[in-house]
Nanobody
Framework: QVQLVESGGGLVQPGGSLRLSCAASGSTGGISAMGWYRQAPGKQRELVAL??????DYADSVKGRFTISRDNAKYTVDLQMNSLKPEDTAVYYC?????????WGQGTQVTVSS
């Protein structure tokens, strides 16, 4: 089993920045992918950024504004979010894949509003 603990969400004004952090613990050996998804009210959960096999994918809507960083030694993954927009408001979930099995964090709320 893998446990994921997220931190860093909150309320920010449009144009502001936030940094989300996620730490994996438990059976961390064999973790391949690490990243972030988000889910806005009334919408499906969507990929934000994912690091897997040395390749990083970003949603088109966040390219150039968000940056994912991963520490394989510490089993952490961060998401630096800049130039935030109201449409970035959502619950953000840390996501990890270990031995082909997906794990999810509890989610952290990000609200972008003036």
């Amino acid at each position: 089993q893998v446990q994921l603990v997220e931190s860093g969400g909150g309320l920010v004004q449009p144009g502001g920045s936030l940094r989300l952090s996620c730490a994996a613990s438990g059976s961390t050996g064999g973790i391949s992918a690490m990243g972030w998804y988000r889910q806005a009210p009334g919408k499906q959960r969507e990929l934000v950024a994912l690091s897997s096999g040395g390749i990083i994918d970003y949603a088109d809507s966040v390219k150039g504004r968000f940056t994912i960083s991963r520490d394989n030694a510490k089993y952490t993954v961060d998401l630096q979010m800049n130039s935030l927009k109201p449409e970035d408001t959502a619950v953000y979930y840390c996501h990890v894949v270990r031995l082909l099995r997906p794990y999810w964090g509890q989610g952290t709320q990000v609200t972008v509003s003036s």
